[in-house]
């Protein structure tokens, strides 16, 4: 067996049918495209002038929290996709070839990527057009950029393990909203930690999020880093691996519903 | 274990929970013919053949594919073997010819295989017209066609076929089979699970019949009809309260109890065919009870799943599908 070799073709083929899927059924474009431009108008036209945010405008506040919860879900369409695949069969098909076991959760996060990058070049440039500037030298906005693909890419395992747990589409769609979603909001991403109730700041002061959005306020508007880079690289890097362990160890065993 | 036995599997045991589907089944298939999985829903087909394809661990018992052991060689058992199933496994965001070429790659067939394989395929299930449109565009047969069509992608010597015509309307069934009997014609094996009597009388050389995960018994369709089927004696009552009488007053001539088969009939076993209707009209004349009906008739795959599993295949019992409907797109 040619083994990593045929891992990587076998990804590349099955990334590549994950995109074609956007192509052909252009519905899930919504969410990628006009949901997060959606998203940044709202912000900053309708909660921006209540919020207080001393010593930044809020629209530069507000960009690299926003850009934060949006990859955190850009991974909702590899929960969605497995769970179809599942439903369908296309699972006991896959698993039937003489494939790496890997390959078509591998396949469906590669996408995300591809997916992500388009969001976030939309996002920068509503943000631009919002009033953002970026603060910070050119290497450690390309730097959040880059954090910003890796955080996106861990999510998208969480949301690969999602889709093999969950019953339905629309269950691990309503996941992501239960759970993932408030963990956004209770953090530092959309406003100060400090206007929170105590002990709602105690848990937004832990949050990855907040780590994840600081870090990103560091490298895109020049912010003291501390360790939140770092750290939030980890956490990353954590997530991806915890969860494609625990994804690939439930595909083998996944079964028909 | 013989080497010619294309599948074979001996004392396979499955659990889920506490519901046992696979209680110590065996099973051979020589190479080059078809085994028939007759059972009804539930009765542990499905179970098998996901055992045995590799994509189920068994808790106990063992079988072999294609001279592979389905645990210790699985990884190289999967390039030997195609799988469709009742559901028809195809993307449906991709054509007709993309799915093909897909399963070729993952098979990781030779560059520019995958393509020229795809439009034989294609043109061999006559999907050559429809090759790129995609697949949520075509009918429930079709997709059935392109599924088989994708299990037959990397010509594998032995092939799963879980109840490959369910929902399918008359024509695409008997096209299905005539697929289905060409393949093996050239060789190749197959493991056909089907609830429809007639598909395992026309495509099985031998049939096993399971129920409750327990093999019932084994062998060719002649063979089975002659030792569980027996004559039978079918009788339409003009009032079907008399059963009982009718029961009690043919209780000398008749040897088991009825059963009831859809149309409202009763079905007695009987040891002779000579005399047995005019025995039966002169005794029920005589207790007083009115006939609508009566005829005997020469065993069919029916009277063996009946006398087997205690129960009627009654979704085979005009011969054909149910009418579409079901949840499968």
Redesign the interface.
């Known amino acids: 067996m040619s083994g990593l070799r045929d891992s990587l073709s076998d990804t590349l083929v099955l990334a590549r049918r994950s995109l074609m899927r956007i192509q052909r059924a252009p519905d899930l474009l919504v969410s990628f495209t006009v949901q997060p431009i959606m998203f940044v108008l709202l912000f900053v036209y309708v909660f921006g002038g209540a919020i207080s945010t001393p010593g930044y405008d809020y629209v530069d506040f507000l960009i690299p929290g926003i850009v934060v919860q949006t990859m955190a879900f850009g991974g909702f369409v590899t929960a969605l996709g497995l769970s179809e695949d599942l439903k369908k069969g296309l699972v006991d098909r896959f698993r039937s070839l003489p494939m790496s076991r890997a390959a078509v959760l591998a396949g469906r996060t590669f996408a995300d990527i591809a997916t992500n990058t388009v969001s976030l070049a939309i996002m920068i440039v509503v943000g631009l057009i919002a009033g953002f500037s970026f603060g910070a030298p050119a290497l450690d906005v390309i730097a959040g950029i880059g954090l910003m693909l890796l955080f996106g890419y861990a999510f998208s395992w969480v949301f690969a393990f999602v889709g093999l747990v969950s019953s339905s589409p629309e269950s691990s769609q309503a996941f992501g909203f239960i759970v993932i979603f408030p963990l956004t909001f209770i953090s530092s991403a959309f406003v100060p930690v400090d206007s929170m109730p105590a002990v709602l700041r105690a848990f937004a002061e832990v949050n990855p999020f907040t780590i994840t959005v600081d870090a990103m306020r560091a490298l895109w508007l020049g912010t003291p880093a501390g360790n939140n880079v770092w750290q939030a690289a980890l956490w990353a890097i954590g997530i991806a691996t915890v969860f494609a362990a625990l994804s690939v160890n439930r595909y083998k065993r996944a079964v028909i519903r | 274990m013989t080497s010619d036995a294309a599948i074979e599997a001996s004392g396979l045991r499955k659990s889920y929970g506490k519901v046992v589907a696979l209680d110590g089944v065996d099973l051979r298939a020589p190479a080059g013919t078809v085994l028939g999985l007759l059972g009804p829903n539930g009765a542990g087909k499905t179970t098998a053949v996901?055992i045995l394809?590799?994509?189920?661990g068994a808790d106990g018992g063992s079988a072999r594919v294609a001279g592979l052991d389905v645990d210790a060689d699985a990884?190289?058992l999967?390039?030997k073997?195609?799988?469709a199933?009742q559901?028809?496994?195809?993307?449906?965001?991709?054509t007709g010819a993309?799915n093909l070429q897909?399963?070729g790659?993952?098979?990781?067939l030779p560059r520019g295989e995958p393509r020229a394989r795809s439009a034989e395929l294609l043109e061999r299930f006559g999907l050559s017209d429809a090759a790129d449109r995609?697949v949520r565009t075509y009918s429930g047969g079709m997709r059935r066609r392109l599924d088989l069509a994708?299990a037959l992608v990397s010509r594998p010597p032995v092939l799963f076929l879980d109840e490959p015509t369910t929902g399918l309307d008359p024509r695409s069934r008997i096209d299905l089979w005539e697929t289905i009997e060409d393949r093996v014609s050239k060789g190749t094996t197959v493991l056909l699970t089907t609830q429809y009597l007639d598909e395992a009388d026309r495509l099985a050389d031998r049939i096993a019949v399971i129920d409750h995960g327990r093999l019932l018994a084994e062998g060719s369709s002649d063979e089975l009809k002659d030792r569980f089927g027996g004559e039978r004696l079918d009788l339409t009552l003009e009032d079907r309260g008399q059963a009982d009488a009718a029961t009690a007053a043919l209780q000398p001539i008749v040897s088991g109890p009825p059963s009831d088969l859809p149309s409202g009939a009763l079905c007695f076993p009987v040891e002779r065919r000579q005399g047995t209707i005019a025995a039966a009209v002169r005794r029920l004349d005589e207790a007083g009870i009115g006939i609508d009906d009566v005829a005997m008739h020469r065993p069919t795959l029916d009277d063996v799943f009946l006398g087997l599993t205690g129960r009627a295949a009654s979704e085979a019992e005009d011969g054909g599908p149910p009418a579409a409907g079901d949840d499968r797109?």
């Open positions: 996901r394809a590799t994509l189920l990884g190289a999967r390039a073997i195609g799988l199933g559901y028809a496994a195809v993307d449906e965001n991709l993309e897909l399963v790659r993952l098979y990781h995609l994708a797109a």
